[in-house]
């Protein structure tokens, strides 16, 4: 199922006189297996459009759907279902909860989806397979490298086998030999499953191994380049 932005303003009021474009007539359609990303200078609106396509925050003028459905006609608890069944997330500082083991933390998400237990540990055993942590799901996030929280993150994104995973610079709290693995592991999950991928990202060295890259400026996506890894 497609995700489209179309014509798609957000403005930002902190208060009357004083309006800020978070962006400016963006048109994205996103295609099942697709692998983009938004690249840009810090404030040009890569947050903001993820969080666009995320629904987390309604564009003021545009349309947002997923599947030829309007999601700004959704109620707030229709969006966060929505959200739910349909979306994973990645972020640049992971948000594991740190009471929780890396297993406990994927489980989470499932929990809140209803699944039944056998199903839940059925799932959280694949996703840390996929990211290759089987073996280190009874530890604690503090006593795992940024790289392997990163990789928990991913695991709790994919366990509920989302249609689209979101990431919001999630390499960027990484060395680079590091930073290149995420990617490399985002590459194979879009590969094997087909699985679709938008992420923003700051690192020059990450662009070229991307298929389609979005520059980002001012608001408005400047230039789309498409190229085959
Ligand atoms: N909640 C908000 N209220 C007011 N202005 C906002 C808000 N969020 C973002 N902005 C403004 O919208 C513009 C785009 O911000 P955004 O966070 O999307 O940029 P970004 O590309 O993600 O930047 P960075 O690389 O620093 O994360 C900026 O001018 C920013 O100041
Ligand atoms: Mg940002």
Known sequence: MQFELSHVEKIYTSSEENKVFGARDVSINIHEGDFLALVGPSGSGKTTILNLIAGLILPSSGSLKHGGKDITSLTLEERTKHRLDYMGFVFQDYQLLPILTAWENIEFPLQLKGFSK????????????????????????????????????????????????????????????????????????????????????????????????????????????????
């Open 118 to 229: 056998t199903e839940i540990k059925e799932r959280v055993d694949w996703a840390l397979n996929q990211v290759g942590l089987n073996k280190m799901g009874n530890r604690f996030p503090k006593q795992l490298s940024g790289g392997q929280q990163q990789r928990v993150s991913i695991a709790r994104a994919i366990a509920g086998r989302p249609q689209l995973i979101l990431a919001d610079e999630p390499t960027a709290n990484l060395d680079s030999k590091t930073a290149q693995e995420i990617i490399e592991l985002f590459l194979k999950l879009n590969k094997d499953f087909n699985l679709t991928f938008i992420f923003s990202t700051h690192d020059q060295r990450l662009i070229d191994q991307v298929r389609t890259v979005l520059y980002v400026k001012d608001g408005q996506i400047s230039e789309a380049r498409t190229h085959h890894v």
